[in-house]
């Protein structure tokens, strides 16, 4: 049995997506919950795609955890995209290399969950993860609190 047990809320955001050759400033927001102790970051990404975006909060959710091989990781996300890519063998075209580092650290969890949340529907978590996502692609700044 794992050691420890945490849920991440993740999102991704590209206001200016599709606007550059480039794309736009993207950002990550992420809840994070281990019984009692939640803390919550903000991570400005550079210039993507929503998809590129989503797939590195995922990724940046990952890396908080210090321990892998004893930790059991849920994550909950609204992109089918980042699912489609992790978990259902979808042919991946851009962000191949992105995708191999997700699948390479999820791997080295103890157990790795990946939900289906629906976005903008009032889960509490969904919804901030999506504030801290959009702040940080906006302001660029990064953030991290309890």
């Known amino acids: 049995m794992p050691a420890l047990e945490i849920d991440f809320y993740t999102d991704g955001a590209c206001p200016g997506n599709g606007r550059s050759p480039d794309g736009g400033p993207m950002g990550a927001g992420i809840v994070g919950r281990a019984g009692k102790v939640e803390k919550e970051w903000a991570i400005p990404l550079g210039l993507g795609t929503n998809q590129k975006a989503e797939l590195l909060a995922i990724r940046e959710a990952l890396l908080k955890v210090r321990d892998r091989a004893s930790t059991a990781v849920r994550i909950h996300t609204d992109s089918a995209y980042a699912i489609g890519c992790l978990t259902k063998d979808w042919k991946v075209k851009a962000n191949k290399e992105l995708v ?29 993860a999506d504030e801290l996502a959009v702040r940080a692609a906006v302001t660029g700044q990064y953030f991290c609190g309890d």
């Open 100 to 128: 191999d580092e997700v699948r390479r650290l999820a791997r080295e969890c103890a157990r790795f969950e990946i939900r289906k949340v629906a976005g903008h529907a009032g889960v509490p978590a969904n919804e901030r």
